[in-house]
C-alpha cells in the first residue's frame, strides 16, 4: 500500500516522504530494543566527560577527579617566550596538536548547546571540559600578532618513547601558522571551536563569552586572509598525524558558520551567500571528522532553514538530506557500509571517531526537524548502544563502563605506574616494558572510547594495536551529546 501511494507521488514529495519513513522506522525499532536505561546513559555520560580530565596537560585544578593524573608540560612555550601551558593531548601520546584540539572544543561546545539541557547535573563538568580547551585555544590565538599557535611537541621524537605526561623529556618544540606561512585549516576550525564557546558560556560567563567571540572573528579573519594549508607550511610536525587531508576550504566554511551562528552578524551569512558555491556547499560528502567539516556543516547551516526559513541555507538542508539517506538502508542513496553486528563501518584505525560523529550529526539533525514539523531519526541510538556493549562481543568500547571493558589501552599515562605509585622517574625507552606488558593499565583511564572493532566485530584487546585501543579526545566530544540526549528519552530497556 505505502509503495503504490510512493509511486504516484512528485519526485520531491516522493523523498521527503520516504525520508520520513525510514526515520520513523528507526526510531521505533530503536526505541524498542534498546539495551539501556536512563541510569545507564547518564553513567556512560558522566564518564564520557571524565574521559578529558586524563588528557588534560598543565597544572591540574583542586577538583581533579582522575587523581593517577599529575602536573605536566608546565614550560610548554616558555623558550620560545609564550605561556602555551594548559590544553589537552589529542590521544596516547604527549603532543599538543592544534587541529583535533580545536575540533574536540568544537564539537564539546555543540554537544552542550544542542544537549546540555540533558545533561542535568553533568553540566557542569561538560563546561570545564570545554574551558579547559577555550583558555588554552585563546593564549594560542593571542600570544604573538600575526600568529596562531597550533602545536607543541615534536610527534616524531615523543613517538620514540613510552613515558608519562609527568615525565617527559623530550622537546617540547612549539610550532605556528603565521601570515608568511599560513594554516587556514587550522586557524579556522579554532575560529569555530571559540565562536561554539562563546555561545555556550553567553548566559553564565558573559564576559568570557564576549572574549571568545571577539578572538574568533580576528582568528577567522586571519585564517580568511592568508589562505594556505597547515599540511604545506608545516610538512613533517602534522603529517602523516594529522594531515589537513581535505584542505582548508571545509573550515572556512565551516568557520564563517559558527560565527554566524554566534553573532548572528549579517556579514556572515553575506560571506556564507558570496563563498559558500567554492567552499564546498555544492558537495555531497558522507563522513564528518577532524580533518573534513562538510557533512558538519551542512547540518549546523539546515537549522537556519528549518527553525527561520532562512531562504539562503536550503541547500544546505537538501545536503543534509542526503546524508542522512546515505546512511539508511534502503533509501536510493544509501552507501555507508556497516558490519554484521550493525556498526557504521568507515575506516579500519580508529574507526569509532565517524561512528559517534554519525551519531550526533543524526540527532542534530533530528532535533532541528522536529522544530519544523518534521520526523526524528533516531536509528543513533544503534551506535550509541554498540558502544556501550550492545553487540556480538558483549564487549563496552568506554572504558569504566559496563562489565567487560578493554584492560590494554593504548595510552602511555594509563598504562605506565602513577606519579603516586612509582615517584621516580621512569626513562624514555624504560617505558616500553609497559607497552609490551600482557598485564591490565593500572589507571583506569575512565570514560575513554577506543578505536574499536573491526569491520567483522573482531577486537583485539592489545595495547600494541593503536588502531583500535587508542582513544582519542575527538572520538568522545561528539558522543557527549549523543549519550546526553539518551539519558533523558529512555527511562526503561
Known sequence: MVLSILRKMDPVTKFSLTLQILGLTLCALSLLCSAFTFQDYSDALGKSILFFEGQRSGRLPPNQQLTWRGNSGLSDGSSYHVDLVGGYYDAGDNVKFGLPMAFTTTLLSWSVIEFGSSMQNHLENAKAAIRWG???????????????????????????????????DTPRNVYKVSTQNPGS????????????????????????????LKTAMKVFDFADKYRGSYSDSLNSVVCPFYCSYSGYLDELLWGASWLHRASQNSSYLAYIQSNGHI??????DYSFSWDDKRAGTKVLLSKGFLEKNTQEFQLYKAHSDNYICSLIPGSSSFQAQYTAGGLFYKASESNLQYVTTTAFLLLTYAKYLSSNGGVATCGSSTQVDYILGDNPAKMSYMVGFGERYPQHVHHR???????????????????????????????????????GPDNRDNFADDRNNYQQSEPATYINAPFVGAVAF?????TTN
Open 134 to 168: 577555550t583558555d588554552y585555544l585563546l593564549k594560542a590565538s593571542t600570544a604573538t600578532p600575526g600568529a596562531l599557535y597550533v602545536q607543541v611537541g615534536d610527534p616524531n621524537m615523543d613517538h620514540h618513547c613510552w613515558e608519562r605526561p609527568e615525565d617527559m
Open 185 to 212: 585549516d587550522v586557524a579556522a576550525e579554532t575560529a569555530a571551536a571559540l565562536a561554539a564557546a562563546s555561545v555556550v558560556f553567553k548566559d553564565s560567563d558573559p564576559s568570557y563569552s564576549t572574549k571568545l
Open 413 to 451: 599515562g594509563s598504562s605506565l605506574p602513577s606519579i603516586h605509585a612509582h615517584p621516580d622517574h621512569i626513562a624514555c625507552n624504560d617505558g616500553f616494558q609497559y607497552l609490551y606488558s600482557r598485564s591490565p593499565n593500572p589507571n583506569v583511564l575512565t570514560g575513554a572510547i577506543l578505536g
Open 279 to 284: 567552499l564546498g556547499a555544492d558537495d555531497d
Open 486 to 490: 539518551f539519558s533523558s528519552k529512555t
